[in-house]
């Protein structure tokens, strides 16, 4: 049996025609849902706040509303406590910076300029803005003059921000506040 040239053209338009239909359909089907479901978002959003956010962060909102929440800013912390591992020897270390102090740790110096964490009550946030730079072996009064690394690293994804570096692995594990000193007592 030998198809005309009339009957192959009947069978793609009516394959296409269905396509169209059934495509047709389902974008129907689609809206029907999808417009209960954009209603009740629309009646169950909060109605915007009568106040703006405070110009400065930690100032207090303007008007002065009563029970008025303010924005929960994340802590300032006076000592990063870091890990570090040692590629070559397989050396976990835990060790801590103190804000702005040079700390070494193998051939690298770390330099902590701020540390925060969100508050207790809130999703658990720590995060460092830390400089990195790598002593020069042969040079010892020379310490790298550019760093190797400059920025943020964050305790809950280590990976996000890490040090590339082929014997050092280093990462943010918290920020605390440095213990209180205690005066040294002498005796006459």
């Given at each position: 049996m030998t198809r005309t040239a009339a009957?192959?053209?009947?069978?793609?338009?009516?394959?296409r025609s269905f396509r169209s239909m059934v495509a047709a359909g389902a974008l129907l089907a689609?809206?029907?849902?999808?417009?209960?479901?954009?209603?009740e978002s629309v009646d169950a959003m909060p109605p915007a706040p009568a106040t703006a956010a405070p110009a400065t962060p930690?100032?207090?909102?303007?008007?002065?509303a009563a029970g008025?929440?303010?924005?929960?800013?994340?802590?300032?912390?006076?000592?990063?406590?870091?890990?570090?591992?040692?590629?070559?020897?397989?050396?976990?270390t835990k060790f801590?910076?103190?804000?702005?102090?040079?700390?070494d740790y193998?051939?690298?110096?770390?330099?902590?300029?701020?540390?925060?964490k969100k508050p207790p009550e809130e999703t658990p946030?720590?995060?460092?803005y830390v400089e990195i730079r790598e002593h020069d072996i042969d040079h010892p009064e020379n310490v790298g003059q550019t760093p190797i690394?400059?920025?943020?690293?964050?305790?809950?994804s280590p990976a996000l921000h890490a040090l590339e570096h082929p014997v050092y692995d280093v990462w943010l594990i918290d920020c605390k506040m440095p213990a209180p000193s205690t005066p040294a007592t002498g005796n006459p």
């Open positions: 009957n192959q053209n009947v069978i793609p338009l009516s394959a689609t809206a029907f849902i999808a417009l209960p479901a954009m209603a930690g100032a207090p909102p303007a008007g002065g008025a929440q303010p924005m929960v800013e994340n802590e300032e912390y006076g000592v990063a406590v870091f890990g570090g591992l040692d590629k070559v020897t397989a050396t976990v801590e910076a103190k804000l702005g102090e040079p700390v193998g051939t690298l110096q770390l330099i902590v300029r701020s540390c925060h946030q720590t995060s460092t690394f400059k920025g943020w690293m964050f305790a809950e």
